[in-house]
């Protein structure tokens, strides 16, 4: 096996019943697996609700250590919406131009830096800090910020070997009630700010509100964006040519983007909190127990996607859903694309090869499955172009 | 050479001209209003959704599968749907109208 290779656990389960089950914490899951159902469960909020009590929807549950309910994802429609067209420009701001100059400014930096390094242990010296780096552009607030976040390492929410660790997480939320203290004081022009501004069917946004969205921005766009990068560079060191590709193929890099993140499938699941007695393939599920949508496995349902466990960099139609689907689709995605795709061309221009020298992977427990989401380090050495 | 016209969702009638490419990078290039693109063209995001005028359903002709399957779980789609990043600009579109999709 490629040690780039993701492998799909899910391909049986999901041919043979389409659900999975797991559990988490005395409150188990049944697992959507296809492509279709997914998007019916996901389209269908009523009876699959993200507004539950918060912590509830994120596997593993979050209910034991945070109280804070994050927006927009733990709210359903119709607040739902009222809330995403307050945040939805902001976080549209990636595809300005200056956004777009300043951002492709850091990756270049950080691409020399690693260059000119022997060894690069890619997670902690470069995903982490190109990732950081980059939400300072997001939150529209100074780049030195970021090194406070690099300090804190990879694991802010999980420590080595618990799934989920209450002291960490309490670091992120006691530093973001400060920024918050600060930003009423002295407003600016950053995100924090805008919120405490802003109205939402004429009301202020409370300041629990103002921090359940900060949280969520923090939270929804470190993990993800880490394993893209890294996954990403792994891919790379095994296929050297794909970087050739890209120099002589600008104009695949979209859809390039969108293959790398349909297969990386970033967030492996979320879940839903069920309403009502229900039935998804033929199955029985009952009111109050919960259901995820297993983005990682309809990402490569084979009824929809030809040869689902190949990156085809310029794969044309490609209806994945690792940005999720209907109301509650990736907000960050317009960021998380826009680092991916100057990444690629970034690393194209500059980077011949890279050797993998040393690498860690990060498995997931789900139950009946082990899913290889990306790697909890990974040395490589880059050379230049 | 094709000549296809967007009416918005708030009645501005917008023309332009195309010659390759998908029509929605041909809207995205030209920033019309409630055409985003999001995917690039893959058929992922739906921010490109277009509802075709009655008299011109010819020219689109019908949307594959799986681009029926997207539409299919979209609050504002009709049977005149579609992606337009689907649609590849040929001399056929020329004269086509498009009415930008609402959206959330
Ligand atoms: C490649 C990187 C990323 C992936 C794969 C990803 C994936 C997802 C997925 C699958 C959802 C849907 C969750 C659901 O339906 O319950 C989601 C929602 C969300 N993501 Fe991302 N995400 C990424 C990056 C980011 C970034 C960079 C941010 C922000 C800094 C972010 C913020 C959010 C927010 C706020 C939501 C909730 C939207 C809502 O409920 O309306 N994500 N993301
Ligand atoms: S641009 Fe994303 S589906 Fe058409």
Redesign the interface.
């Known amino acids: 096996m490629e040690k780039s290779e993701l492998p799909d656990p899910f391909k049986e389960v999901r041919e043979l019943k389409g659900y999975g089950e797991m559990d988490d914490q005395n409150d188990p899951v049944t697992m959507i697996l296809g492509l279709k159902n997914l998007r019916k469960c996901a389209h269908n909020w009523k009876t699959f609700q993200s507004g539950a009590e918060p912590g509830r929807i994120v596997i593993p549950s979050e209910v034991n250590i945070r109280d804070t309910r994050q927006i927009p994802f733990e709210v359903d429609p119709p607040e739902h919406k009222d809330f995403r067209a307050l945040v939805d420009p902001w976080f549209k701001r990636p595809l300005e131009e200056a956004y777009k100059a300043t951002l492709t400014q850091q990756i270049n930096d950080i691409v020399d830096e690693v260059l000119a390094q022997d060894t690069v242990e890619v997670v902690s010296e470069f995903a982490l800090r190109l990732q950081s780096r980059a939400l300072t552009l997001l939150l529209n607030i100074p780049y030195e910020e970021s090194e406070t976040w690099i300090s804190w390492g990879t694991h802010v929410f999980r420590s080595e070997g618990e799934a989920l660790d209450g002291d960490k997480a309490n670091i992120l939320y006691d530093y973001i009630d400060e920024k918050i203290t600060e930003a009423i004081e002295k407003p600016g022009d950053d995100l924090y700010s805008m919120l405490l501004a802003a109205q939402v069917n004429g009301k202020k946004l409370t300041r629990e509100e103002v921090k359940g969205v900060m949280i969520l921005t923090f939270a929804g766009g470190r993990d993800t964006v880490i394993n893209t990068i890294t996954n990403s560079v792994a891919y790379f060191a095994e296929h050297p040519e794909s970087l050739d590709r890209l120099l002589a193929e600008p104009e695949i890099t979209t859809k390039a983007v969108e293959e790398l993140i349909r297969y990386f499938s970033p967030l492996t699941q979320m879940g839903r909190v069920v309403t009502e007695d229900t039935e998804v393939c033929e199955h029985a599920i009952k009111e109050d127990t919960r259901i995820s949508l297993c983005w990682a496995s309809a990402n490569r349902d084979e009824k929809v996607f030809e040869n689902p466990n190949d990156i085809v960099l310029d794969r044309k139609v490609n209806p994945h859903v690792a940005f999720g689907f209907s109301h509650h689709n990736c907000l960050g995605a317009t960021h998380a694309r826009q680092i991916t795709n100057i990444l690629l061309t970034t690393l194209a221009k500059k980077v011949k090869s890279i050797d993998i020298i040393d690498y860690n992977e990060n498995i997931e427990e789900l139950g009946e499955f082990k899913r290889k989401v990306g790697f909890n380090n990974l040395t490589v050495k880059f050379h230049k172009r | 050479m094709a000549k296809i016209t967007f009416i918005t969702t708030d009645d501005k009638t917008i023309t332009l001209e195309g010659t390759t490419g998908s029509v929605m990078q041909l809207a995205v290039d030209n920033s019309v209003p409630g055409i985003d693109g999001?995917?690039?063209?893959?058929?992922?995001?739906a921010t490109c959704h277009v509802h075709v005028d009655p008299d011109h359903l010819e020219k689109t002709g019908e949307a594959?599968e799986?681009e029926e399957?997207?539409l299919d779980?979209n609050d504002y789609s009709n049977e005149r749907s579609r992606l337009c990043c689907?649609l590849e600009i040929t001399e056929k579109l020329d004269g086509l109208v498009l009415q930008v999709a609402e959206s959330?």
């Open positions: 999001d995917c690039g063209g893959v058929c992922s995001c594959s799986i399957d997207m779980l689907q959330d």
